[in-house]
């Protein structure tokens, strides 16, 4: 094997998410980490990873008795009792009303900041390629927090002055209907269970039923082919493959 070949394959590898040590959790609203993959965060964080959650909505639109002002300040609490519960211990927010008509370009620079500030090794959101989905906060974070990642290395963003460089090792999209890697979490899908549970003024005991027999035929149907009893898919990425790479829906 040559050495441009090695590279090859040493490029287009899935990056593997263990042992991850800094990990920057980005979310839309502010319980879709504790849905999207909050089992793997406790998971990791129980495996020594730091957590911090980058929240882009204040989730001000999300309780229909409560003026947006006091949905804004129940779920800021709510976020932070269930990411402390999975084993958060870093939060921040742009603070950003539910609908937000700022485009994913603008709202990139914005995490490219807190990316350089953390310096996380993998970040997490949700995938803007999902599909079928159609709420707009979730495509929009998706896409500025993937191109956050990719383009949190060049020193010229934001024009106009030297900025400090990072990269972050790897992106894993949760919400994917492309998963590429499957974790067990059939120790952690509880605490998932029990951190969406704070979430109390979003999810009542009926709803939350049925998430979780849906989150439990889901880790069966993915666990199907391993050694465990229940999974979580993800879509991992390097920066490699979110640039130019017709195949990675494929990897």
């Known amino acids: 094997m040559t050495e441009a070949e090695k590279q090859y394959h040493q490029a ?4 593997d998410l263990f042992p991850s040590k800094r990990v920057l959790c980005i979310q ?11 089992a793997v965060i406790a998971k990791l964080a129980d495996s020594g990873a730091e957590i911090a959650y980058l929240t882009v909505t204040n989730g001000d639109l999300g309780i229909e008795e409560c003026t947006p002002e006091e949905t804004a300040a129940i779920r800021g609490l709510e976020l932070k009792e269930a990411g402390r519960s999975l084993g958060a211990s870093h939060f921040y927010s742009l603070g950003l009303p539910d609908n937000f008509s700022e485009q994913p370009e603008e709202v990139a620079l914005k995490i490219i900041e807190i990316i350089r500030e953390f310096q996380p090794d993998c970040v997490f959101a949700p995938d ?3 599909c079928y989905e159609a709420h707009s ?4 974070t998706g896409l500025a927090a993937a191109q956050a990642f990719l383009l949190s290395g060049n020193s010229h963003l934001p024009r106009g002055k030297k900025n400090l460089s ?3 090792e790897k992106i894993a999209f949760y919400f994917t209907s492309h998963p590429n890697t499957v974790i067990d979490v059939s120790n952690h899908l509880p605490r998932q269970f029990e951190a969406i549970k704070l979430h109390k003024s979003q999810f009542d005991p009926a709803f939350l039923e049925v998430l979780q027999i ?3 035929e889901q880790g069966r149907k993915l666990a199907a ?3 465990f009893e229940l999974g979580m898919g993800l879509k991992v990425l390097s920066s490699f493959h979110l640039h130019c790479i ?3 829906v494929k990897m």
């Open 12 to 15: 287009i590898k899935i990056p």
């Open 28 to 38: 839309p609203h502010p319980d879709d980490n504790e849905v999207g993959a909050g």
């Open 128 to 130: 803007p390629w999902m």
């Open 137 to 140: 906060d979730h495509r929009k």
């Open 166 to 168: 990072f990269n972050a």
């Open 214 to 216: 849906y989150f439990t």
């Open 225 to 227: 082919d391993s050694d």
């Open 246 to 248: 017709v195949d990675a």
